[in-house]
T-cell receptor, first 117, second 116 residues
Framework: EPEVTQTPSHQVTQMGQEVILRCVPI?????FYWYRQILGQKVEFLVS????????KSEIFDDQFSVERPDGSNFTLKIRSTKLEDSAMYFC???????????????FGPGTRLLVL | AQSVAQPEDQVNVAEGNPLTVKCTYS??????LFWYVQYPNRGLQFLLK??????LVKGSYGFEAEFNKSQTSFHLKKPSALVSDSALYFC??????????????FGAGTRLAVHP
């Protein structure tokens, strides 16, 4: 069964450093997403991406964040200058694009646990 | 504002007994509702969804959920719990009209503990 994969599984970085989290969505999916879950809190939407552009983003997704689909398989989340409060589990998800994606199930990867020191 | 409430932090059930994990929602338009399960050190696994049609939806691993519009609820149920069902369960809603076309809004999660 196809799965969303994410690398690395864990990342430790120093405050102010740039990090890139990588995801390989399910191959025939066209919508891609990033969510995050701060320890003990809810899973929060960050951004959705379709047709090589951001389709929606939350207020969390400020100028420090960017997403990219650099090739036909990878989808990345970049945090330019990490802050302590960026420490969280980051989940990538993907879905098909039927009906504009609204009805479609989002399939999640295993997550990258980011720790900012 | 759109929101999802899971009123129980933890549900304890004996193996073989029926289980219910509660979820209520608040949206402006017609909700699209989802249940996900998270096992330790794993991602969110899709269980089932309600988009339209029959209020009772069946999903993976013998789980089902009933959409109740008047009570704005979407409780997850299983007739006979297994120890292996022990995990963290998340309810989520999508409200394309006003909550964002693609984003899922998650509840806080309910930890299900099934005891032998």
């Amino acid at each position: 069964e196809p799965e969303v994969t994410q690398t690395p599984s864990h990342q430790v970085t120093q405050m102010g450093q740039e990090v890139i989290l990588r995801c390989v969505p399910i191959s025939n999916h066209l919508y891609f997403y990033w969510y995050r879950q701060i320890l003990g809190q809810k899973v929060e939407f960050l951004v959705s991406f379709y047709n090589n552009e951001i389709s929606e983003k939350s207020e969390i997704f400020d100028d420090q964040f960017s997403v990219e689909r650099p090739d036909g398989s990878n989808f990345t989340l970049k945090i330019r200058s990490t802050k302590l409060e960026d420490s969280a589990m980051y989940f990538c998800a993907s879905s098909e694009a039927l009906n504009g994606g609204a009805f479609e199930t989002q399939y999640f990867g295993p997550g990258t646990r980011l720790l900012v020191l | 504002a759109q929101s999802v409430a899971q009123p129980e932090d933890q549900v304890n059930v004996a193996e073989g007994n029926p289980l219910t994990v509660k979820c209520t929602y608040s949206v402006s338009g017609n909700p699209y509702l989802f249940w996900y399960v998270q096992y330790p050190n794993r991602g969110l696994q899709f269980l089932l969804k309600y988009i339209t049609g029959d209020n009772l939806v069946k999903g993976s691993y013998g789980f089902e959920a009933e959409f109740n519009k008047s009570q704005t609820s979407f409780h997850l149920k299983k007739p006979s719990a297994l120890v292996s069902d022990s995990a963290l369960y998340f309810c989520a809603v999508r409200d394309p009209l006003s909550g964002g076309y693609n984003k899922l809004i998650f509840g806080a999660g309910t930890r299900l503990a099934v005891h032998p």
